[in-house]
């Protein structure tokens, strides 16, 4: 559903106000804590936390390519294409939706199971993780298993906050992560350059 939404402006701007209000809400029921202080210490944790991010998806796609090669190029060109309909609007938009995905699924999910249940850091890890790839689930045959690679990038979000230990670190970190890959997307879409490279190497 995410996913599908960032495609437009005006929804996107809705549901940011939808889940930064689900947030607050739930903040104040479950007396939640969150550290959203700028400090010094705030843009070297966000530069780590974008750089590990962005390894990792380096990796993955790699390993991907390396184990599936055509294969997984066709699926990863129809992620790049269920964005087509993105202009530089929706997509800083969609990092503005990226920062209220942080607020609810890191500040309330994975915080209120972790110390408001008293389930711990694992388990809020875990259950928020498995809910953010649910809200990321296309139902498409190409598209769907992408909601696992978003499972795993919930669990590096949830590392940078519990690491941290600043619900502003993942904000910033998610949001430069979305806005940089959706501009990635439409270059790539524009050029060919990445995917045309490989599939020739392929070969």
């Known amino acids: 559903m995410l996913f599908t939404i960032k495609n437009y402006l ?3 701007l809705m549901l940011w106000v939808t889940l930064t209000g689900a947030a607050l809400v739930g903040s104040g029921f479950g007396k939640l804590s969150w550290n959203l202080e700028l400090t010094p210490a705030v843009l070297p944790f966000a530069f780590l936390g ?14 991907m390519w ?3 090669r055509d294969r997984f190029l066709e699926h990863y060109q129809a992620l790049i294409d269920h964005f087509a309909a993105q202009n530089t609007a ?3 938009a969609g990092g503005l939706l990226a920062s209220a995905e942080e607020l609810f699924f890191r500040g309330v ?23 953010f790839a649910l809200a990321h689930y296309i139902h ?3 598209l769907a298993p992408f909601a696992l690679w978003a499972a795993w990038e919930g669990i590096l979000l949830g590392l940078v906050y519990l690491l941290s230990g600043s619900l502003l670190v993942s904000m910033i ?11 990635l997307f ?5 050029t060919g350059w990445l995917l045309d490279t490989l599939a020739k190497l392929g070969h």
């Open 50 to 63: 974008l750089a590990a991010v962005a390894l990792s998806d380096g990796l993955l796609f790699g390993g």
């Open 90 to 92: 929706d997509i800083l």
């Open 140 to 142: 498409q045959r190409k």
């Open 186 to 190: 439409d270059y790539q879409r524009r």
């Open 173 to 183: 970190v998610h949001a430069l992560h979305d806005i940089g890959g959706f501009f």
């Open 10 to 12: 005006l929804p996107t």
């Open 66 to 68: 390396l184990l599936f």
């Open 109 to 131: 999910v994975l915080e209120g199971v972790a110390n408001g249940f008293g389930w711990g850091a694992p388990a809020g890890l875990l259950i928020s993780s498995v809910l």
